[in-house]
Nanobody
Framework: QVQLVESGGGLVQPGGSLRLSCAAS????????MGWYRQAPGKSRELVAR???????SNGDFVKGRFTISRDDAKNTVYLQMNSLKPEDTAVYYCHGILSTGDPVQRSYWGKGTLVTVSS
């Protein structure tokens, strides 16, 4: 069974930084893409950043150079460095992966989420 486990959320003051990590574990054959989505109270889930196996990166429009996604393939881990955080960045951040467990089919997996609160 595949698991995506996030860590690194918490409370930070406006203008501060946090680094989120997401480790994928289990019987993983290949990873097509991993990324981060977020959902604020009363809002839809939205893309924060994702990175493909080929290194292509997609960011949400609100990122504007403040967040950086990176990965460690040896550890099946993706990171999200968040700088210049704003109160509107407060949300539950979910890790997402598209990966194969041994057959040719790529499947979608979600972590349980980690809460980021930006407040003074």
């Amino acid at each position: 069974q595949v698991q995506l486990v996030e860590s690194g959320g918490g409370l930070v003051q406006p203008g501060g930084s946090l680094r989120l990590s997401c480790a994928a574990s289990g019987r993983i054959f290949s990873i097509a893409a991993m990324g981060w989505y977020r959902q604020a109270p009363g809002k839809s889930r939205e893309l924060v950043a994702r990175i493909t196996s080929g290194g292509n990166i997609s960011n949400g429009d609100f990122v504007k150079g403040r967040f950086t996604i990176s990965r460690d393939d040896a550890k099946n881990t993706v990171y999200l460095q968040m700088n210049s955080l704003k109160p509107e960045d407060t949300a539950v951040y979910y890790c997402h992966g598209i990966l194969s467990t041994g057959d040719p089919v790529q499947r979608s997996y979600w972590g349980k989420g980690t809460l980021v609160t930006v407040s003074s």
